[in-house]
């Protein structure tokens, strides 16, 4: 059982960043992969990105690469997402998942993962 919460949501301007948190309890934290996914009104959960146990292996979606982090800190038990140069289309709920069955190996489709946290909104405007 992982219970996950996510914290750092928000509305900033366009270009401007955002640190979404997500903190972990329940099973040991570094015997697992998280993902960030996100969903917009209307649309279908989308990966965003993943990180592996150690936080040595990480994985985006193109639409984000080169301005979104993700990073994990296992002594804190907490995987963050550091989001740089926002545009309006990054508009969405943003929801980190675990992922059990890979500690190593990095899934992008939500199906995979198996524990949710409750989302935090983060809002850009133009």
């Known amino acids: 059982q992982v219970q996950l919460v996510e914290s750092g949501g928000g509305l900033v301007q366009a270009g401007g960043s955002l640190r979404l948190s997500c903190a972990a309890s329940g099973r040991t934290f570094s015997t697992y992969a998280i993902g960030w996914f996100r969903q917009a009104p209307g649309k279908e959960r989308e990966f965003v990105a993943a990180v592996n146990w150690s936080g040595g292996r990480t994985y985006y979606a193109d639409s984000v690469k080169g301005r979104f982090a993700i990073s994990r800190d296992n002594d804190k038990s907490t995987v963050y997402l550091q989001m740089n140069d926002l545009k309006p289309d990054d508009t969405a709920v943003y929801y980190c998942?675990?992922?059990?069955?890979?500690?190593?190996?990095?899934?992008?489709?939500?199906?995979?993962?198996?524990?949710w946290g409750q989302g935090t909104q983060v809002t850009v405007s133009s």
């Open positions: 998942a675990a992922d059990l069955g890979r500690r190593d190996l990095l899934a992008l489709g939500p199906a995979n993962y198996d524990y």
